[in-house]
């Protein structure tokens, strides 16, 4: 029989050690299997997280789709209060149009098994249970917050102090109204000056010099001051259900935008070349700062532009230089717009297009010929006709009721009208042969108007804008402070055998407009706008005095030369009233009434008086944009930009 050794027992001692790796690696396993519970855990939150965004986007962008056109329907019934333009429907119209309900029904999600859990299906399938998520900052359904000085308390809270933008002002009925439905209205005003406020408020309440957003439409530089006023209105989207929400606070901004720019129309833009082919003077033309167009065409150079806007559509011949970048046409082209930001460090590039910058809309107000007329009454206008209006705002009213023959467009009678110092309208009818002396009779040198031909007989009435403000006190009237925008036109009503209807465009029989002795305007401290649906003639230099300082809260520097701000908005506008070829040199912006796309304008087709070609020779431009609301005219064109952006939370 074999015997076994005391030392044989050694095999049986490895039990333990196998025992603790078998142990060892359950473990492991177990760690294993918890840290990919956690990872699935995790990887579906940041899933939720992802459809929470691509959700809050979709609803974003539709908000901005929908407001303005609920904001116009607003000021078109006079701001009273309606469903179809309430903050409640603006937020169902979103909810809808983004899709926001879309997910799978209560119903499945129980016969599948589904409920309670984590899911990234972060709709609902009720649309007013959708609508529900939307509230004001106190958590009002159907409301918002209005950034308005009723407001502050709550905006003083800490969540959002310090993180919204200035507050406006406005009568206690408007501020009210404003949490229900959008009000934009030239009554809103700014009231505190704040460091975001570049211009005293006291002197520039409904427009200030405010910074640009950070946003990729590149009107002006993101933080670069320009003239606007900004309206804005908070709220909060809870989004999901109550296990898996999450809430966002919100600023809905709509800034009020008047034209500024160097180049700015709602039209095509042709810029670079003449109608006749010819190419502009790069040594003679200049432009600082944006060119904006509902599209535009670039042709060579970009004579100095450091960025172009347009809405729908901008082409380049050539590759331009805009501010140190070259951009070439392809700059939204997949790839190209991502390299360009990849060498600029920056989303924020020097040419953009509105229609392709996400969650924002640019939307210029109407204009075209109709801004050009004035109706008898304005009570008959709404809110907002009266808002997009040019004509309509002037303070004085020069009608043409007489003529010299129905052949013979030279005006025999007058009706001008004005405010008094009194805020009430005052009126004088100069009637030839009786009070209305001619320029060399006793008197006539002190009348701002007179009657006379151009070189190819055009029949005209003659302003002289250096005896305004002289004629209108001994009138009893206010000053050119107040009477700052003068409106020409023509009345049949009283003399329908001699007095013309005008024709648009004017024709060659028509009365015409004649500014002479404009020269010095520094004593129109609030500027000099003039609106006809007639031909002007700009009869010898205009605006050509630079006052001693800029005016005092405009927020520009005392070595800036400060020129009065003048507007002048007609059917046709002609430089010089003979076929002499006179230099012409523009200085300020250019832009177009004109509103259809198919049209093509060319900013610099400058014509002369009487041969109607242009010299583009003769032409010399130092285009730039507004630096202050002190140097906006009384009459301007305005834009809207709606935009939305979060409010940090910590």
């Not at 993180?163 to 501020?175: R, S, T």
């Not at 939204?332 to 717009?337: N, T």
Request: charged share 15%; net charge negative.
């Amino acid at each position: 029989m074999k015997r076994f050794s005391p030392t044989s027992d050694s095999g049986y001692a490895s039990l333990p050690i196998v025992t603790g790796l078998a142990v060892m690696f359950t473990l492991s396993l177990t760690m294993l299997f918890k840290t990919a519970l956690i990872n699935r855990e995790q990887a579906a939150k940041s899933q939720l997280r992802v459809d929470y965004r691509h959700r809050e986007e979709a609803l974003l962008r539709a908000l901005i789709a929908t407001f303005p056109e609920k904001a116009i329907k607003c000021m078109k019934a006079n701001y009273a209060e309606g469903e179809s333009y309430s903050w409640s429907n603006i937020f169902a119209d979103a909810v809808a149009l983004s899709a926001s309900s879309q997910r799978l029904s209560s119903e499945a999600l129980q016969e599948l098994g589904l409920e309670g859990r984590f899911s990234a299906d972060v709709g609902d399938d009720n649309e007013q249970n959708v609508k529900s998520w939307i509230t004001s900052l106190t958590g009002e359904p159907g409301k918002v917050t209005p950034g308005t000085t009723r407001y502050s308390d709550v905006f003083a809270l800490p969540a959002y102090a310090s993180k919204v933008p200035p507050l406006l002002d406005a009568n206690e009925m408007m501020q009210t109204a404003d949490s229900q439905r959008p009000i934009v209205s030239r009554q809103k005003r700014y009231s505190t000056q704040t460091s975001d406020l570049l211009a005293d408020v006291s002197i520039h309440p409904t427009y200030n010099l405010i910074p640009y957003p950070n946003i990729r439409f590149g009107y002006a530089a993101p933080g670069e001051p320009f003239v606007a006023k900004r309206n804005w209105w908070a709220f909060t989207v809870t989004y999901g259900n109550t296990t898996t929400s999450v809430a966002r606070h919100y600023v809905l901004s709509l800034y009020e935008i008047p034209s500024q720019m160097p180049i700015e129309a709602s039209t095509f833009a042709s810029i670079g070349t003449h109608q006749n082919g010819t190419a502009w003077n790069s040594d003679a033309v200049n432009i600082e700062g944006s060119v904006y167009g509902s599209q535009l065409s670039i042709s060579g150079s970009s004579y100095g532009a450091t960025r172009l806007a347009g809405r729908s559509g901008i082409e380049m011949t050539t590759s331009l230089n805009l501010g140190g970048v070259i951009v070439g046409s392809d700059f939204d082209a997949l790839g190209e717009r991502e390299r360009l930001q990849a060498e600029r460090r920056s989303e924020m590039l020097p040419v953009a297009l509105s229609a392709n910058s996400g969650r924002l809309t640019f939307l210029p107000m109407p204009t075209g010929s109709n801004y050009l007329q004035r109706s008898h009454s304005s009570n008959t206008l709404t809110a907002f006709e009266n808002y997009i209006a040019g004509g309509q705002l002037c303070t004085i009213t020069v009608e043409a009721t007489d003529m010299v023959s129905y052949q013979d467009q030279t005006p025999t009678q007058i009706r001008i009208r004005y405010y008094k110092i009194d805020g009430n309208i005052g009126e004088v009818v100069l009637q030839r042969d009786s009070n209305w002396p001619t320029v060399l009779e006793p008197g006539g040198s002190e009348v701002p108007f007179q009657t006379e031909l151009t070189n190819n007989n055009r029949s005209c009435l003659t302003f002289y804008p250096s005896l305004l403000d002289a004629w209108l006190i001994k009138q009893g009237g206010d000053g050119v402070g107040v009477n700052n925008s003068i409106h020409f036109s023509v009345d049949p009503s009283l003399a329908p055998l001699n007095v013309r209807a005008v024709s648009s465009p004017p024709t060659a029989d028509d009365t015409c407009i004649i500014i002479r002795q404009g020269k010095n305007l520094t004593n129109y401290v609030t500027g000099l706008s003039i609106v006809t649906p007639l031909r002007v003639y700009v009869g010898d230099d205009l605006n050509a005095i630079a006052a001693p300082n800029p005016p005092a809260g405009s927020g520009m520097s005392a070595s800036n030369a400060f020129y009065p701000p003048l507007s002048i908005y007609a059917a046709e506008l002609r430089v010089g009233t003979t076929g002499f070829n006179r230099p012409i040199e523009h200085h300020g912006q250019l832009g177009s009434l004109a509103a259809n796309s198919s049209s093509i304008w060319q900013p610099l087709d400058m014509k002369s008086g009487s041969d109607d070609a242009v010299h583009a020779d003769s032409i010399s431009a130092d285009l730039k944009p507004l630096r202050s609301p002190a140097e906006l005219p009384p009459i301007h064109p305005m834009n809207w930009l709606v935009v939305i952006e979060e409010i940090p939370q910590e």
